[in-house]
C-alpha cells in the first residue's frame, strides 16, 4: 500500500465518521457518477456550465474573466479524463456562478500523441493529460502574487478513482471554498 493510498483511505474513514462534513456537501448519486463515468468527457460535459477553450482562445478566455478560472484538459475516450469530468461536472453545477468553468478537449480518443504534450507543456505547463489548471488572480486584495492569470495558482493531476470519488469530491470542495473563493 502506497502512502497516498494510505492518505486518502484516512481521509475518507475521517469524513464517513464526521456527520457535518458530509452535511457540507451536497447530495451525490454514486450511480449515477458511474454511468456518467461510462461516457465520453464531451457527453459528460452536456448540458453544465462548461465552455470549451483552445489554443486560439485561452489566455483571452482566462485573462478577461472577472471571477477564477479552472481549466480542464482531457482526452475525451480516456476513462482517467472521463472519471475526472465527472468530478468537474459536479463542482461545476454547484460553483458556476463563482468560478468559471472551461474543458480543453486534447484528443477525440484515448491517447495523447507526445508532441501534443510537449506543445501543451510549452503553453501551459501540463505535463500529462487529465490536467487541471486553478487559475485566482485574487482580484479585490491587496496581494502582490497573482496579480493576473498568467500563472496557475494550483496544477493539478489526481483523478478520482470511483471507489474514493465522494473524498476527491470533498476535498476539491473544500480546496475552491478555502483557496479559490477566499
Given at each position: ?134 487559475y485566482d ?11 493576473d492569470f ?33
Amino acid at each position: 500500500m502506497t502512502r497516498r493510498m494510505a492518505l486518502v483511505g484516512v481521509l475518507g474513514l475521517m469524513m464517513s465518521l464526521c456527520p457535518a462534513v458530509q452535511a457540507a456537501a451536497p447530495d451525490v448519486d454514486m450511480a449515477d457518477v458511474r454511468r456518467l463515468a461510462r461516457e465520453p468527457v464531451e457527453t459528460i460535459l452536456l448540458g453544465t456550465p462548461f465552455g470549451r477553450v483552445s489554443d486560439a482562445d485561452y489566455w483571452k478566455t482566462v485573462q478577461g474573466s472577472p471571477k477564477p478560472v479552472v481549466v480542464v484538459f482531457y482526452a475525451n475516450q480516456d476513462e482517467r479524463s472521463r472519471n475526472l469530468a465527472t468530478l468537474a461536472r459536479y463542482l461545476a453545477l454547484e460553483f458556476s456562478e463563482v468560478v468559471g468553468f472551461y474543458g480543453y478537449p486534447v484528443t477525440a480518443g484515448a491517447t495523447v500523441e507526445q508532441n501534443t504534450l510537449a506543445a501543451l507543456r510549452k503553453r501551459y505547463g501540463v505535463k500529462k493529460v487529465p490536467a487541471t489548471l486553478f487559475y485566482d488572480n485574487d482580484r479585490g486584495k491587496m496581494e502582490l502574487e497573482r496579480t493576473d492569470f498568467s500563472v496557475p495558482a494550483l496544477l493539478e493531476y489526481r483523478t478520482p478513482s470511483l471507489f474514493f470519488w465522494k473524498t476527491y469530491h470533498q476535498a476539491t470542495r473544500e480546496y475552491i471554498q478555502k483557496n479559490i473563493l477566499d
